[in-house]
């Protein structure tokens, strides 16, 4: 609902479809009479036995009664700019609403993700330090040692990459839904 209220493009393609059926009632407006007033009035001292004043005032009335169907066509093809803006803006809708969708879902696995590698740093850590502890008893080799550190390298950097990928997937979401990163 959020992304359908704020994103922009909604907005555009919303006012695009007020557009559309305006121009359909502009298009019904042709179909009637048009009515022109008009009025003139002059001042004017030519002779001592001419008017002062002249004036004039008069209606016209315009109202064309065939035209071999331009305007009934022109009516129709509003129409049909009012359903291709409103076939468009449905278009949109739904691509928003799987954009956000999928965001979600992303943002929610990279949750997940975090979750996992903390645990598989928890698990490196234990394991380095049994391993350490082996290794001071003389229980276990170096090559044992530098595993476990490898290992505790790697979820340590794993655990850092699930915590940056929860932050893009966090800003993807944002920005489907309409917000700036920090909302």
Request: hydrophobic share 50%.
């Amino acid at each position: 609902k959020a992304a359908l209220e704020q994103r922009i493009e909604l907005k555009q393609v919303r006012t695009r479809v007020s557009q559309a059926r305006t121009a359909v009632d502009l298009a019904w407006s042709k179909m009637a009479p048009t009515v022109n007033f008009v009025a003139q009035a002059q001042f004017a001292r030519a002779s001592a036995f001419g008017e002062d004043v002249a004036g004039f005032v008069g209606v016209t009335f315009d109202w064309t009664v065939w035209e071999w169907g331009a305007t009934k066509y022109g009516v129709d093809e509003a129409r049909a700019h009012v359903r291709q803006a409103e076939a468009g803006l449905q278009q949109l809708e739904e691509g928003i609403a799987l954009e956000v969708e999928a965001a979600w879902v992303e943002h929610a696995s990279s949750l997940d993700q975090a979750v996992l590698a903390a645990e598989a740093v928890k698990v490196a850590e234990e394991n380095y330090s049994l391993v350490r502890k082996r290794f001071d008893n003389k229980a276990a080799t170096s090559f044992d040692l530098v595993q476990a550190e490898t290992e505790l390298t790697k979820a340590r950097s794993d655990e850092k990459m699930a915590q940056v990928s929860g932050l893009i997937a966090r800003a993807r979401l944002a920005r489907a839904m309409g917000m700036g990163a920090d909302d």
